[in-house]
T-cell receptor, first 112, second 113 residues
Framework: DAKTTQPNSMESNEEEPVHLPCNHS???????IHWYRQLPSQGPEYVIH???SNVNNRMASLAIAEDRKSSTLILHRATLRDAAVYYC?????????????FGKGTKLSVKP | ETGVTQSPTHLIKTRGQQVTLRCSSQ?????VSWYQQALGQGPQFIFQ???????GRGNFPPRFSGLQFPNYSSELNVNALELDDSALYLC????????????FGEGSRLTVL
């Protein structure tokens, strides 16, 4: 699976939007972009995934660059509960779903 | 609908011992994956079970083994424990091997002394 690059940490203020970037310059045409987050003392939690088009769900939005070499997870209004480590993961559409390759992720801090 | 549950939540073992960790998958999910997460690192894939058969394995030695039962619950067994096996062990379930989303439990924290 292709590799992703994320900043080690980011800070945000409560109730402001947060844009978490991810670079994946070696992405292949069959790689989905997945985002998971891990709150302190919990297991990872699915956030969103997409292939080419931007995606929205109740938790977040995923903006995918036209060349698919980067993407951005958007939290529209950060809350204290959004403080977590966010992982950007590439998953081949034909690959085994169980085998997610996690990097170190981005640790998001949210200030009140 | 119950989520993924793992037991025990915490345990302490000594080097050379054996440990069994248990996982109950989310209702209706037939695929279970296990991950090891060392402190400050992202989770690393150990293996996956689909309908009671191992269906993929990461870079872990054979002393890491698993089982999946007819009710889709699962066990992770680690023999000859080493200090470096100290970690959070996470179980995740999904519906099918190509599902879009994994559901993780809260993990079992293993300390090896």
């Amino acid at each position: 699976d292709a590799k992703t690059t994320q900043p080690n940490s980011m800070e945000s203020n409560e109730e402001e939007p947060v844009h978490l970037p991810c670079n994946h310059s070696t992405i292949s045409g069959t790689d989905y972009i997945h985002w998971y987050r891990q709150l302190p003392s919990q297991g990872p939690e699915y956030v969103i995934h997409g292939l080419t088009s931007n995606v929205n769900n109740r938790m977040a939005s995923l903006a995918i660059a036209e060349d698919r070499k980067s993407s951005t997870l958007i939290l529209h209004r950060a809350t204290l509960r959004d403080a977590a480590v966010y992982y950007c993961i590439l998953r081949d559409v034909g690959g085994s779903q169980g085998n997610l390759i996690f990097g170190k992720g981005t640790k998001l801090s949210v200030k009140p | 609908e119950t989520g993924v549950t793992q037991s025990p939540t915490h345990l302490i073992k000594t080097r050379g011992q054996q440990v069994t960790l248990r996982c109950s998958s989310q209702s209706g999910h037939n695929t279970v994956s296990w991950y090891q997460q060392a402190l400050g690192q992202g989770p690393q894939f150990i293996f996956q079970y689909y309908r009671e058969e191992e269906n993929g394995r990461g870079n872990f030695p054979p002393r890491f083994s698993g089982l999946q039962f007819p009710n889709y619950s699962s066990e992770l067994n680690v023999n000859a424990l080493e200090l470096d096996d100290s970690a959070l062990y996470l179980c995740a379930s999904s519906l099918g091997v190509s599902a879009g989303e994994l559901f993780f439990g809260e993990g079992s924290r293993l300390t090896v002394l």
